[in-house]
């Protein structure tokens, strides 16, 4: 069964940084992509980035409105994939998923979220 | 960015009845659109992918149909666990964007 765990939310000051993980288990994890996605209270779902596997370079890339702010990575012999994210915003306030990109390019599972605060 | 929009933003709908919502890409997306679940306080479910397949376990109730620009889901019975908000999500390029969202509530 997957298996798709976040940890790491919590309340932080505008400005702050937090990093999130999303522990993967029943699975290839090494060969996955891995993306997160967020969802601010009573919003819609939004992409935030995405990080490949080591055979397409780790490569990475991300939402706009956190370019430079946010950086994904990934530990393989961990099964574990990390969003790190600085510069908060209020507006970065949201429940976090780390999800795997399916082989159809869709998203098939999900963790149950992390719930990241950005107040005063 | 590829800009998705839903309609309706929402509908009441009793058991029993047949429910249909459209999605609409700002440009083509060939087949590459997936549909899916939400309830509240969970995370989403995925439901079809590639615009027409089901995924597995997820009821033959649900059904897709589309390509290019314009697609829709429909529950052809509605049931009481299908009250949700659903979500169209298009994988044609990055950055992946999803629709709004179409919340369907109990009449």
């Known amino acids: 069964e997957v298996q798709l765990v976040e940890s790491g939310g919590g309340l932080v000051q505008p400005g702050g940084s937090l990093k999130l993980s999303c522990a993967a288990s029943?699975?290839?994890?090494?060969?996955?992509?891995m993306h997160w996605v967020r969802q601010a209270s009573g919003k819609g779902l939004e992409w935030v980035g995405r990080?490949?596997?080591?055979?397409?370079?780790?490569?990475?890339a991300y939402a706009a409105s956190v370019k430079g702010r946010f950086t994904i990575s990934r530990d393989d012999s961990k099964n574990t994939a990390y969003l790190q994210m600085n510069s908060l915003k209020t507006e970065d306030t949201a429940v976090y998923y780390c999800?795997?990109?399916?082989?159809?390019?869709?998203?098939?599972?999900w963790g149950q979220g992390t719930l990241v605060t950005v107040s005063s | 960015a590829i800009r998705m929009t839903q309609s309706p933003s929402s509908l009441s709908a009793s058991t029993g009845d047949r429910v249909t919502i459209t999605c609409r890409a700002s440009?083509?997306?060939?087949?590459?659109l997936a549909w899916y679940q939400q309830k509240p306080g969970k995370a989403p479910k995925l439901l079809i992918y590639?615009?027409?397949t089901l995924q597995s376990g997820v009821p033959s109730r649900f059904s897709g149909s589309g390509s290019g620009t314009d697609f829709t889901l429909t529950i052809s019975c509605l049931q009481s666990e299908d009250f949700a908000t659903y979500y169209c999500?298009?994988?044609?390029?990055?950055?992946?964007?999803f629709g709004p969202g179409t919340k369907v509530d109990i009449k």
């Open positions: 999800t795997r990109l399916s082989y159809s390019g869709s998203y098939q599972d």
């Open positions: 590639a615009a027409s």
């Open positions: 999500q298009q994988y044609y390029s990055y950055p992946p964007t």
């Open positions: 029943g699975f290839t994890f090494s060969g996955s992509a």
């Open positions: 440009q083509g997306i060939s087949s590459y």
């Open positions: 990080i490949r596997s080591k055979a397409n370079s780790y490569a990475t």
